[in-house]
């Protein structure tokens, strides 16, 4: 079947290459996703060891269909027992796309309809369902999808503390990636708030699956292998470097320790309460320097941040002699005042509505 895999807008094209590099059959790249052919046990693994998805879907069924009766006649046909167990409550969301079936919330209701029919409880909307269908009618061709995933997947199962304005660990994985990153260098995230930067990178370095501390929808699933499941976790290795993080914030380093404390990686990363003004290489081996500096959006006004910024990239010049710097801001502008060397911007990418992008350099 077809496994559809969610990712910001800007990402996709990264995923696609972590997924290849899993081992899974890309068939298709669009904005925002990535499609896989496979069977179900692709889809547990794909949920348990791909950083950058945010969720896996799952195409269980497809067919035409030019009115809303056809519509609600097939989804009472389909065999939804085969995989869903009887009972579950389901959310049924819906899309309708240049098709003769236009509305998206009268296809919502007959699917709704032919779920009720078939045993299913239909959750409301204050409820958190057991699994929810998503109804895609694109060219009058409806397809369903199960979101296997659950909660999304940046919800790793061990961050609980997290800073204001947060960068998802699956966006945060994909701009790693982008950057060089591969687990084979130390490490430096000098704004680090909760720490998302250096701890994923010290996932990365020890080898450790992203899903690993987390439950999916797919585990109450009717087919669900438990045992097979269990043999794709990745055996851990040691790290040759750890990583590092400093925020002028005592409240952020404390968060980070205690994330990296139930990520299981305390033992290699380091956290300070450091400014930008006094930070200096945390090793002798030059690695990477990556940082999510502030950008206005939240904040209101830019102007303060031009300061941040050239002082940021002063010590950059002055104190990061071989490594390799890079920052994700949405304004040029401000990427410009550190007058690094930067190479061509990233592709832009969607942060909670904002476009960002990712500035590298060569190692200064």
């Keep these: 079947m077809d496994i559809f895999l969610i990712t910001s807008p800007g990402l996709q094209d990264l995923l696609a290459v972590e997924a290849r590099e899993k081992g899974f059959k890309v068939t298709s790249v669009i904005h925002g996703g990535v499609t896989l052919r496979g069977d179900w046990p692709a889809v547990w693994r794909a949920n348990l060891q791909l950083r950058g998805a945010a969720r896996v879907l799952a195409r269980v069924g497809e067919f035409r269909a030019l009115y809303l009766s056809q519509l609600e006649m097939n989804a009472k046909d389909f065999d939804w027992a085969e995989f869903l167990p009887h009972g579950s409550e389901i959310k049924v969301e819906a899309t309708c796309h240049k098709s003769k079936i236009y509305h998206a919330g009268a296809a919502k209701e007959r699917v709704e309809t032919a779920l009720a029919f078939k045993g299913y409880v239909i959750a409301s909307n204050d409820v958190e369902p057991d699994f929810n269908i998503r109804v895609r009618i694109d060219h009058d061709i409806v397809t369903f999808s199960l979101d296997t995933s659950g909660a999304p997947l940046h919800k790793r199962g061990h961050k609980e503390a997290v800073n204001k304005a947060p960068m998802r660990e699956t966006m945060a994985a994909m701009f790693l990636r982008d ?163 930067f190479k061509p911007a990233g592709p832009v990418v969607d942060h909670g509505g904002t476009k960002v992008r990712l500035w590298q350099t060569d190692p200064l």
């Design 179 to 341: 950057a060089g990153f591969n687990g084979k260098e130390p490490l430096y995230d000098p704004m680090c708030g909760s720490g998302t930067f250096p701890i994923e990178a010290a996932e990365i370095a020890r080898r450790l699956d992203p899903g690993r501390g987390r439950s999916f929808a797919f585990q109450t699933l009717e087919h669900f292998d438990p045992d097979t499941f269990e043999d794709m976790r990745s055996p851990p290795r040691d790290a040759a470097f750890n990583v590092y993080g400093s925020d002028r914030d005592q409240g952020a380093i404390t968060m980070s320790h205690a994330n990296a404390d139930r990520a299981g990686v305390a033992d290699i990363a380091s956290f300070d309460v450091k400014s930008i003004g006094d930070v200096t290489a945390p090793c002798d081996a030059p690695g990477l320097v990556i940082a999510n500096p502030p950008y206005g959006g939240r904040i209101g006004n830019k102007k303060p941040l031009f300061g941040l910024y050239a002082s940021f990239g002063e010590r950059m010049k002055s104190n990061f002699k071989g490594w390799r710097v890079a920052i994700i801001t949405s304004e040029p502008g401000l990427a410009k005042a550190t007058t690094l060397p």
